[in-house]
């Protein structure tokens, strides 16, 4: 199995490669913010819960965001891997990946992490925000707010893996396909 985190700050581009990257390798995509965009979107008692976190752009508790992705999980018994797109957020739901691929037989095999400066990733969402709807997309304090959420309590994530010898950064400037031959580099040489 290949599980692999696609790593970086919000409108890095990790959506756009992850669904490249799965036909590629073959590979389920869960992203656990389009996840929870869904159950919003169906006013599920999750969605619901989510919501007030998710338009202040702050993180959705450990416990929620933990369960939500487990059932995906579960939901594919004859995967060949996964691609995590936007999880693990915290160090809490790294372990809590950690265990449940443990549980499994299998583990992470990389964090590729996406490097984009603010000011870029700042007018890329606002570009996005003009099409994608999303309320936590269309106003720059929000979008600030979860730039400031990603360094404070994500990037941990990336050491956590650093420590297991399992993170690496990509370049994430420059054109999609381009990108995608940078991570296609990285997981190939794994
Ligand atoms: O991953 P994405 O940027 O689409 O996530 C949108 C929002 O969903 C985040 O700003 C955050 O409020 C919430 N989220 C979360 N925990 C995750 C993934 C997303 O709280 N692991
Ligand atoms: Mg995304």
Not at 18 to 38: C, E, P, Q
Not at 40 to 61: D, F, H, R
Not at 139 to 165: A, C, H, M
């Amino acid at each position: 199995m290949i599980n692999l985190v696609l790593f970086g700050p919000p409108g890095s581009g990790k959506g756009t490669q992850a669904d490249k990257l799965v036909n590629k390798y073959n590979l389920i995509h869960i992203s656990t913010g389009d996840l929870f965009r869904h159950e919003m979107g169906n006013n599920t008692p999750l969605g619901q819960k989510a919501k007030s976190y998710i338009a202040k752009g702050e993180l959705v508790p450990d416990e929620v965001t933990i369960g939500m992705l487990r059932n995906k999980v579960e939901a594919h018994p004859e995967a060949q891997g996964f691609i995590f797109d936007g999880f693990p957020r915290t160090i809490n739901q790294a372990q809590a990946l950690d265990d449940l691929l443990n549980e499994k037989d299998t583990s992470v095999s990389a964090l590729i992490a996406l490097q984009v400066d603010d000011e870029e990733i700042v007018a890329r969402i606002k570009l996005r925000g003009v099409t994608s709807g999303r309320p936590d997309d269309s106003d720059e304090s929000i979008i600030r707010n979860r730039i400031e959420v990603y360094k404070s309590e994500t990037t941990p994530v990336f050491d956590y893996y650093e420590e297991q010898g399992k993170s690496h950064q990509v370049n994430g400037i420059g054109s999609i396909s381009g990108i995608f031959e940078r991570l296609t580099k990285v997981i190939d040489a794994l």
